[in-house]
């Protein structure tokens, strides 16, 4: 006998919060684009805004979660705006970034999405700043070459400039921070290439901010402590330049985003939030490390994609559930460890409907089958 359907609600609140509520709806170019906004509870006057980009195959609902942009919004006195990328092809959510051929403006949405807000929310248009990760990371870039004199600085995480966007010269000088990790294996530190080149590595970008942003070639190299049994060390490059260039080489690092989980010498939104204010970040409370998890293509007709990577939990897996909790299959057995995983789950044996892939650590993605 199956479940009432209130059961399965109840289920989904519980693994994903009543996020789904506060996702808002904007129309671009007739289409209806979803993102989030968090806020202060208590400010006066106007709001520094942060926008923040997903990776591939994500989506905002697990960013909010993952991330706490409600309370981050609370400790750094910022409005966080999370929009959502469209689906494209097989890869799922995407923004177009100049990695594919693709007519969506994302670009022109963004913008769009900041002037419907500005009076709303009391934002500041002199105080716009941009983060990413991973293919939020080649987005952000695209902003800062396209619409640079919109933004007062970006903070790529673990993305690089697309090739198509390497030929274009930025609108104006921008203030940049880049972020990454020597070791990642998804979004190479030394660039990225499918068949052909598709995103420039950190030295080349490098190069390219610095014929923009006026700088002579030279640079501080700052060694920071290293305190942490983690695995990484943070070395921090200051280009001596007429706008702000800065990189953060974490050395040893993965294809992640690493939060100040009492885990790390620094985490990442601190570390921005420095870079952006000029001002050290304030004592908060750290962010729960997660995996980073994704799925592509969702929604699936039958075979699913499932890439894992976290270098931190040596006894990991990954599980499929259904709708009701129930598990379904082991994909990634905890003997069978490796930093980085990509398999093929074939769901065509299961009725369409709602499943979760869940890892050790309780990071949640929902899929729906549907053919």
Same mark, same amino acid.
């Given at each position: 006998?199956?479940?009432?359907?209130?059961?399965?609600?109840?289920?989904?609140?519980?693994?994903?919060?009543?996020?789904?509520?506060?996702?808002?709806?904007?129309?671009?170019?007739?289409?209806?684009?979803?993102?989030?906004? %968090?806020?202060?509870?208590?400010?006066?006057?106007?709001?520094?805004?942060?926008?923040?980009?997903?990776?591939?195959?994500?989506?905002?609902?697990?960013?909010?979660?993952?991330?706490?942009?409600?309370?981050?919004?609370?400790?750094?006195?910022?409005?966080?705006?999370?929009?959502?990328?469209?689906?494209?092809?097989?890869?799922?959510?995407?923004?177009?970034?100049?990695?594919?051929?693709?007519?969506?403006?994302?670009?022109?949405?963004?913008?769009?999405?900041?002037d419907s807000l500005t009076e709303q929310y009391q934002l500041d248009p002199d105080s716009v700043f941009f983060t990413g990760f991973?293919?939020?990371?080649?987005?952000?870039?695209?902003?800062?070459?396209?619409?640079?004199?919109?933004?007062?600085?970006?903070?790529?995480?673990?993305?690089?400039?697309?090739?198509?966007?390497?030929?274009?010269?930025?609108?104006?000088?921008? %203030?940049?921070?880049?972020?990454?990790?020597?070791?990642?294996?998804?979004?190479?530190?030394?660039?990225?290439?499918?068949?052909?080149?598709?995103?420039?590595?950190?030295?080349?970008?490098?190069?390219?901010?610095?014929?923009?942003?006026?700088?002579?070639?030279?640079?501080?190299?700052?060694?920071?402590?290293?305190?942490?049994?983690?695995?990484?060390?943070?070395?921090?490059?200051?280009?001596?330049?007429?706008?702000?260039?800065?990189?953060?080489?974490?050395?040893?690092?993965?294809?992640?985003?690493?939060?100040?989980?009492?885990?790390?010498?620094?985490?990442?939104?601190? *570390?921005?939030?420095?870079?952006?204010?000029?001002?050290?970040?304030?004592? %908060?409370?750290? *962010?729960?490390?997660?995996?980073?998890?994704?799925?592509?293509?969702?929604?699936?007709?039958?075979?699913?994609?499932?890439?894992?990577?976290?270098?931190?939990?040596?006894?990991?897996?990954?599980? *499929?559930?259904?709708?009701?909790?129930?598990?379904?299959?082991?994909?990634?057995?905890?003997?069978?460890?490796?930093?980085?995983?990509?398999?093929?789950?074939?769901?065509?044996?299961?009725?369409?409907?709602?499943?979760?892939?869940?890892?050790?650590?309780?990071?949640?993605?929902?899929?729906?089958?549907? %053919?």
């Open positions: 006998m199956k479940k009432p359907l209130s059961l399965c609600l109840v289920l989904a609140v519980a693994l994903f919060g009543n996020l789904s509520a506060q996702v808002q709806h904007f129309t671009w170019q007739n289409v209806q684009r979803e993102y989030l906004v %968090r806020t202060p509870a208590n400010h006066d006057g106007t709001l520094p805004v942060l926008f923040f980009l997903h990776g591939l195959g994500d989506n905002i609902t697990d960013c909010d979660g993952e991330f706490d942009f409600g309370q981050l919004a609370e400790d750094f006195g910022w409005a966080i705006v999370v929009p959502q990328a469209l689906t494209q092809g097989i890869f799922g959510t995407m923004w177009n970034a100049g990695l594919l051929s693709s007519s969506i403006d994302d670009a022109g949405f963004l913008l769009a999405l900041l991973s293919m939020g990371g080649f987005m952000t870039y695209r902003m800062a070459i396209e619409h640079g004199d919109r933004i007062t600085a970006c903070a790529p995480v673990s993305g690089l400039i697309s090739t198509a966007d390497a030929t274009k010269t930025p609108v104006t000088p921008v %203030r940049i921070l880049h972020i990454h990790g020597t070791n990642d294996n998804i979004v190479g530190y030394n660039g990225i290439s499918y068949g052909s080149t598709l995103g420039l590595g950190v030295d080349a970008i490098l190069n390219y901010w610095q014929n923009s942003n006026d700088c002579n070639g030279e640079f501080a190299i700052d060694t920071l402590p290293n305190l942490k049994i983690d695995g990484l060390r943070f070395i921090r490059y200051t280009y001596n330049c007429g706008t702000d260039l800065q990189h953060l080489k974490v050395v040893g690092g993965t294809h992640k985003w690493y939060h100040d989980a009492n885990l790390y010498d620094f985490g990442y939104e601190d *570390v921005i939030y420095e870079f952006f204010t000029g001002q050290s970040a304030p004592s %908060r409370t750290p *962010v729960r490390e997660k995996d980073y998890l994704m799925i592509y293509p969702n929604p699936t007709t039958g075979t699913l994609n499932v890439q894992l990577s976290n270098y931190d939990s040596p006894n990991n897996e990954i599980k *499929v559930l259904d709708m009701y909790g129930k598990l379904l299959d082991v994909v990634v057995d905890a003997n069978d460890y490796s930093p980085v995983q990509t398999l093929q789950v074939d769901l065509s044996r299961y009725p369409d409907g709602v499943y979760f892939v869940q890892t050790l650590n309780s990071t949640v993605k929902k899929v729906l089958l549907a %053919r």
